[in-house]
């Protein structure tokens, strides 16, 4: 065909100008082969063949239109393959090969270096980081009681202790998220760490309630970062398509600290005394301190890329650099440049910028009285069991495992179920454009411009995220506000303890799955800003946990326990009709909000999205102008 024929002369004139400079371009791919026609070369456009199974591999490791990556074959790095072994077209849908598919962008250069193991690696250091931050909330609620006698203050200022470190957990995370996308993850993770576990020895020696309460809020503002930060790293290294079940995978494990807390409270405080619980935190914080210094890599895109690209500092380097193995594995020698975020300047505003946004804005507030419901849950189930059932601090303790245990489960199911709606919706609305683009090309007697631009300017044919995100949301609010509505009517008329547990479990279950829906759609509207964008999550909730928690005393005085959780269900049902913004008009809202922003900005040469390494010698770079040249004269001649 013309079209064969035009890519292999183009070959072989570059061919010759490459023996001219003495270079080879290794052709071979590992064992493996793209699956193409005769013997055309991947420099011009690449014929592959495309199967229903691709395809779907295609929609669960492909689609992130904020990168534009599609699956690819990994080939062996070379730079003679990086240079010239790519796919140019972005139109190319699969390829065959039985290995292992990865995300890949246009040039064949993978969205991360970092393999599925290296992410699950990634997962369980965010998890144990992140796990001192939950659990040092809830090993907290058993000692309340035994904490109120021994400062011989009331119940309402025992509250204040968990209202202050609500109050941090919500504040601090917004101003380190904002460093963490400046500075990059590791270092703010290595301090937050630090911090929390010096305010875990101090809160251990304390004298007074006056030196808890203020150790209290360092331990809150210390650890808190961590969870936002994790979000931040799961985002730099997955797509879209697979980011709800890594996003998932991490709450999970953070959360197993909610499902074992309360255990080891009641263990702690009835063996050793409540300091046994700081103490605990402290040794525990210490040994994750030293894991994470050796082990944690840096995964800011604007510094490491796809993780190919060394730090400059280093404070951002892990001992994992210094292996040979992981200096290959990560392609440390031969970085992928053009992987490289855009450095974005820190910016105090931005987080409440991205508050101002209403299609968030009701996002926000529905997940905040969820996760308030939640809390104030778990503070009365401590001091009722321990006042009203007149419970032992051990049995105490093993009635917080059906909360623990069914928020883990949800939170752990919630990212399968998100990944698995992800690929559904998308391989629907790829149906619904390609079904449509047929019917226009019809229309317009298959003039694809005028095609093309008529898809572009029509919001129907835009892949809707927060659809695909919320399109279930409802189902979970109504289960879980049932649920603790029923619980505080149950506790406050000292019904059956069995009723007790049974409600606090399912509503565990279902109001940390709407948590983790809210985190996973911020990560994926902002990945660039993952971590200041989660810090927005973490203050929103946290301020009105705090507001609540530290009324809860007054309000169960005159509404009972019962009436309170009738007027915090209802408040969050009430909420929740509020979703209709982001669901009908969230992707609206959106776009025209990009199109003023793009219109403020200056007109700027468009950059050749085939950048070239800066270390490219000036043969390299002549070498490559000349393939691309031919393979533009080719394609025109094939046309």
Same mark, same amino acid.
């Given at each position: 065909m013309m079209h064969s024929s035009s890519d292999q002369s183009a070959d072989q004139s570059i061919d010759q100008e490459m023996a001219k400079l003495g270079l080879h371009e290794d052709k071979e791919h590992d064992g493996e082969h793209l699956a193409g026609s005769g013997s055309e070369s991947v420099s011009g456009?690449?014929?592959?063949?495309?199967?229903?199974?691709?395809?779907?591999?295609?929609?669960?490791h492909a689609f992130d239109p904020q990168h534009l990556y599609t699956d690819h074959v990994e080939t062996r790095d070379t730079r003679g393959e990086r240079k010239f072994g790519r796919v140019v077209s972005d139109r190319a849908a699969s390829v065959q090969s039985s290995s292992k598919l990865?995300?890949?962008?246009?040039?064949?250069?993978?969205?991360?270096?970092?393999?599925?193991?290296?992410?699950?690696?990634?997962?369980?250091?965010?998890?144990?980081?992140?796990?001192?931050?939950?659990?040092?909330?809830?090993?907290y609620f058993p000692a309340l009681s035994v904490i109120e006698k021994e400062f011989n203050v009331s119940d309402g200022l025992v509250n204040i202790t968990v209202v202050?470190?609500?109050?941090?957990?919500?504040?601090?995370?917004?101003?380190?998220?904002g460093l963490a996308d400046q500075l990059g993850r590791r270092p703010i993770v290595l301090c937050c760490i630090a911090v929390y576990c010096a305010a875990c020895i101090g809160i251990a020696r304390c004298q007074t309630y006056g030196e808890m309460l203020f150790l209290r809020c360092l331990q809150g503002g210390g650890i808190s970062p961590i969870i936002a930060i994790n979000s931040g790293i799961m985002g730099d290294i997955t797509v879209k398509s697979e980011r709800g079940g890594y996003v998932g995978l991490t709450s999970g494990f953070q959360v197993l600290g909610s499902a074992i807390g309360g255990l080891l409270g009641a263990l702690f405080t009835a063996r050793w005394g409540w300091r046994s619980i700081f103490w605990f935190l402290a040794a525990g914080s210490g040994v994750t301190l030293a894991f994470v210094v050796l082990s944690l890599p840096e995964t800011k895109r604007s510094i490491v890329g796809n993780g190919s690209i060394k730090p400059p500092r280093f404070i951002n380097k892990s001992f994992l650099f210094y292996l040979p193995y992981y200096r290959r594995k990560l392609h440390l020698d031969n970085p992928d440049y053009s992987t490289k975020a =855009?450095?974005?300047?820190? &910016?105090? @505003?931005?987080?409440?910028?991205?508050?101002?946004?209403p299609e968030l804005i009701s996002l926000l507030a529905v997940q905040g009285l969820q996760y308030t419901t939640w809390i104030c849950h778990m503070t009365v189930l401590s001091q009722q069991l321990t006042k009203k059932y007149k419970l032992k601090m051990v049995i105490v303790g093993v009635c917080f495992l059906p909360a623990g245990l069914c928020t883990l489960t949800s939170i752990v199911t919630a990212g399968r179920f998100l990944n698995w709606n992800y690929r559904r919706?998308?391989?629907?609305?790829?149906?619904?454009?390609?079904?449509?683009?047929?019917?226009?090309?019809?229309?317009?007697?298959?003039?694809?411009?005028?095609?093309? =631009?008529?898809?572009?300017? &029509?919001? @129907?044919?835009?892949?809707?995220?927060?659809k695909t995100r919320l399109d279930w949301i409802y189902m979970p609010i109504f289960i879980s506000n049932a649920g603790f509505v029923t619980f505080g009517w149950c506790i406050g008329e000292k019904q059956p303890l069995a009723a007790v547990l049974v409600m606090s479990g399912l509503g565990s279950l279902t109001c940390n799955c709407i948590i983790s829906i809210c985190n996973t759609l911020v990560v994926d509207l902002y990945p660039d800003t993952s971590s200041t964008a989660a810090g927005c999550v973490n203050l929103v909730r946290c301020v009105f946990s705090a507001?609540?928690?530290?009324?809860?005393?007054?309000m169960d005085k005159s509404m009972k326990i019962g009436g309170t959780f009738t007027f915090l269900t209802a408040t969050a049902i009430t909420c929740s009709t509020l979703l209709i913004i982001p669901l009908r008009y969230g992707l609206q809202l959106q776009l025209a909000r990009e199109q003023r922003e793009n219109a403020k900005k200056p007109n700027e040469e468009e950059l050749d999205e085939n950048n070239i390494d800066p270390d490219d010698s000036e043969e390299e770079q002549e070498l490559y102008d000349l393939r691309r040249a031919a393979t533009a004269q080719s394609n025109f001649s094939a046309l």
């Amino acid at each position: 065909m013309m079209h064969s024929s035009s890519d292999q002369s183009a070959d072989q004139s570059i061919d010759q100008e490459m023996a001219k400079l003495g270079l080879h371009e290794d052709k071979e791919h590992d064992g493996e082969h793209l699956a193409g026609s005769g013997s055309e070369s991947v420099s011009g456009s690449v014929s592959m063949s495309v199967d229903e199974d691709s395809s779907v591999l295609e929609e669960q490791h492909a689609f992130d239109p904020q990168h534009l990556y599609t699956d690819h074959v990994e080939t062996r790095d070379t730079r003679g393959e990086r240079k010239f072994g790519r796919v140019v077209s972005d139109r190319a849908a699969s390829v065959q090969s039985s290995s292992k598919l990865e995300a890949v962008d246009a040039n064949g250069v993978p969205y991360t270096r970092f393999s599925k193991n290296d992410k699950f690696l990634l997962v369980v250091i965010c998890a144990l980081s992140g796990f001192y931050s939950t659990i040092a909330q809830t090993i907290y609620f058993p000692a309340l009681s035994v904490i109120e006698k021994e400062f011989n203050v009331s119940d309402g200022l025992v509250n204040i202790t968990v209202v202050v470190y609500s109050l941090c957990q919500g504040i601090f995370p917004v101003i380190m998220g904002g460093l963490a996308d400046q500075l990059g993850r590791r270092p703010i993770v290595l301090c937050c760490i630090a911090v929390y576990c010096a305010a875990c020895i101090g809160i251990a020696r304390c004298q007074t309630y006056g030196e808890m309460l203020f150790l209290r809020c360092l331990q809150g503002g210390g650890i808190s970062p961590i969870i936002a930060i994790n979000s931040g790293i799961m985002g730099d290294i997955t797509v879209k398509s697979e980011r709800g079940g890594y996003v998932g995978l991490t709450s999970g494990f953070q959360v197993l600290g909610s499902a074992i807390g309360g255990l080891l409270g009641a263990l702690f405080t009835a063996r050793w005394g409540w300091r046994s619980i700081f103490w605990f935190l402290a040794a525990g914080s210490g040994v994750t301190l030293a894991f994470v210094v050796l082990s944690l890599p840096e995964t800011k895109r604007s510094i490491v890329g796809n993780g190919s690209i060394k730090p400059p500092r280093f404070i951002n380097k892990s001992f994992l650099f210094y292996l040979p193995y992981y200096r290959r594995k990560l392609h440390l020698d031969n970085p992928d440049y053009s992987t490289k975020a =855009e450095t974005i300047k820190y &910016d105090p @505003k931005a987080p409440y910028k991205i508050l101002t946004r209403p299609e968030l804005i009701s996002l926000l507030a529905v997940q905040g009285l969820q996760y308030t419901t939640w809390i104030c849950h778990m503070t009365v189930l401590s001091q009722q069991l321990t006042k009203k059932y007149k419970l032992k601090m051990v049995i105490v303790g093993v009635c917080f495992l059906p909360a623990g245990l069914c928020t883990l489960t949800s939170i752990v199911t919630a990212g399968r179920f998100l990944n698995w709606n992800y690929r559904r919706r998308y391989r629907r609305h790829k149906e619904f454009v390609r079904a449509e683009k047929e019917r226009l090309l019809k229309e317009h007697n298959y003039d694809t411009h005028v095609v093309d =631009e008529i898809m572009e300017n &029509d919001i @129907k044919y835009k892949f809707d995220l927060f659809k695909t995100r919320l399109d279930w949301i409802y189902m979970p609010i109504f289960i879980s506000n049932a649920g603790f509505v029923t619980f505080g009517w149950c506790i406050g008329e000292k019904q059956p303890l069995a009723a007790v547990l049974v409600m606090s479990g399912l509503g565990s279950l279902t109001c940390n799955c709407i948590i983790s829906i809210c985190n996973t759609l911020v990560v994926d509207l902002y990945p660039d800003t993952s971590s200041t964008a989660a810090g927005c999550v973490n203050l929103v909730r946290c301020v009105f946990s705090a507001i609540i928690l530290a009324a809860l005393a007054k309000m169960d005085k005159s509404m009972k326990i019962g009436g309170t959780f009738t007027f915090l269900t209802a408040t969050a049902i009430t909420c929740s009709t509020l979703l209709i913004i982001p669901l009908r008009y969230g992707l609206q809202l959106q776009l025209a909000r990009e199109q003023r922003e793009n219109a403020k900005k200056p007109n700027e040469e468009e950059l050749d999205e085939n950048n070239i390494d800066p270390d490219d010698s000036e043969e390299e770079q002549e070498l490559y102008d000349l393939r691309r040249a031919a393979t533009a004269q080719s394609n025109f001649s094939a046309l």
